[in-house]
Structure formats: structure tokens, C-alpha cells
């Protein structure tokens, strides 16, 4: 069983839908969250980082984290065709620093 | 400019042969990693150094060399090509936050290997 699960999509939806994406994890070591962005041939890049239980904000994107469940999810809210990317979760644990990543969901937002 | 360089982008070889994808960073970051990302498995780790006289293998590392030539350059080898080592590879490099707890990775832009 991986470390860190993430349902590969695809996801396809409307311009101006909310996007949800979700990874669950199985080891508690795992201390410090981010989601990473990646568009057709390119590398990930960084979108949102957080290392507490709860919601952080930054504009259209909100990161939430429960630690007690091993779950963090990513909201998108009026999704716009440039969101269309891989979204790949990631996550720290806080014993040794190892980084490990989810399968990544491919999410396309039509216009 | 680009912070992570990675060459080449584009590489298709035969069975056998040996490869290396190179990978610089203006970044200033002590650490340096290489990743293969295959569809369906996200990324894997192949190899890091957290500094230049430091190196270690990751959770797939048969199959696969590197050097850590300066701060800035660290290159990836394929000593004898196999078609299952077809992927997209990555370089990505990272430093400790602020807070000295954190470990934010960047990306290159990639490199496409394929094995024929």
C-alpha cells in the first residue's frame, strides 16, 4: 500500500466549478502538506503549503488539512481553463524529512 | 530565466546504452534531487544530495548513478539503457525554510528519455 493515495482522475468540469481534490496518507510522521501544479510538459511547481490542521486561503485555491482523518483536500473555486494541470499532493515527514508524493489527478476545466 | 535547468529535454536511445541527463540551478540550494515520473505512480525518487560530498539513493535507484559535480550541478546516469527506464525525469533542489523544519522542492523543466 502506498504511503500517500491520490485518485488519478481524470476530472473534467465547467468553467466557474469548484474543483475538489483530495489525497489521504497513512503514516502520522507526516507532518507538512503541499499541493504542486503541473501543466502539460512542464515540472511541478508550488501551490499551496501548510503544516497545520484547517484551512489556508490564497485566492481561488484553499488547502485544507485533517490530521485526525490523514486527509487533506484542495479547493479551487471558479475554476478557469488555465487551472487545467496535473495536481500532485505532497507531503513531509517531520522524523527523517522524507518527501513523498501522490499519483497526481489530471483535472481539465472546459470552457 | 530559468532557477532549474534541466538537458537534454528530449532523448531517445537504444537498449544498452549509457545516458546522462545533466541538471544545474542558479538557486543557491545545497540540495539536489532526481525523480522519474511514470503515469499513474506520481514521482519517485532515484537519488539526493543534501551537499556536495553526500549522496543517496532514493527508493529506486538499481539501474542508475549520479555526481554531484558542484553546489549547482548534479547529473543522472544510466549506465545500460533498459526500455522500463522510459520516463519523464526531473531534477529539483531544495534548502531548508526559514523555520529550519521545511523542505519546499523546485522543479526542472524535465527531461523525456526513451529506450528503445
Known amino acids: 500500500q502506498k504511503e500517500v493515495e491520490q485518485d488519478p482522475g481524470p476530472l473534467s468540469v465547467p468553467e466557474g466549478a469548484i474543483v475538489s481534490l483530495n489525497c489521504t496518507y497513512s503514516?502520522?510522521?507526516?507532518?507538512?502538506f503541499m499541493w504542486y501544479r503541473q501543466y502539460s510538459r512542464k515540472g511541478p511547481e508550488l501551490l499551496m503549503y501548510t503544516y497545520s490542521s484547517g484551512n489556508k486561503e490564497d485566492g481561488r485555491f484553499t488547502a485544507q488539512v485533517d490530521k485526525s482523518s490523514k486527509y487533506i483536500s484542495l479547493f479551487i473555486r471558479d475554476s478557469q481553463p488555465s487551472d487545467s494541470a496535473t495536481y500532485l499532493c505532497?507531503?513531509?515527514?517531520?522524523?527523517?524529512?522524507?518527501?513523498?508524493f501522490g499519483a497526481g489527478t489530471t483535472v481539465t476545466v472546459r470552457a | 530565466d530559468a532557477d532549474v535547468t534541466q538537458t537534454p529535454r528530449n532523448r531517445i536511445t537504444k537498449t544498452g546504452k549509457r545516458i546522462m541527463l545533466e541538471c544545474s540551478q542558479t538557486?543557491?540550494?545545497?540540495?539536489m534531487y532526481w525523480y522519474r515520473q511514470d503515469p499513474g505512480l506520481g514521482l519517485r525518487l532515484i537519488y539526493y544530495?543534501?551537499?556536495?560530498?553526500?549522496?543517496n539513493k532514493g527508493e529506486i535507484s538499481d539501474g542508475y548513478s549520479v555526481s554531484r559535480q558542484a553546489q549547482a550541478k548534479f547529473s543522472l546516469s544510466l549506465e545500460s539503457a533498459i526500455p522500463n527506464q522510459t520516463a519523464l525525469y526531473f531534477c529539483?533542489?531544495?534548502?531548508?525554510?526559514?523555520?529550519?523544519?521545511?523542505?519546499?522542492?523546485?522543479f526542472g523543466p524535465g527531461t523525456r528519455l526513451t529506450v528503445l
Open positions: 505532497a507531503m513531509i515527514r517531520s522524523n527523517d524529512y522524507k518527501l513523498s
Open positions: 503514516n502520522s510522521a507526516f507532518q507538512y
Open positions: 544530495s543534501f551537499d556536495v560530498k553526500d549522496i
Open positions: 529539483a533542489t531544495s534548502d531548508l525554510g526559514t523555520s529550519g523544519n521545511t523542505d519546499t522542492q523546485y
Open positions: 538557486k543557491g540550494h545545497d540540495r
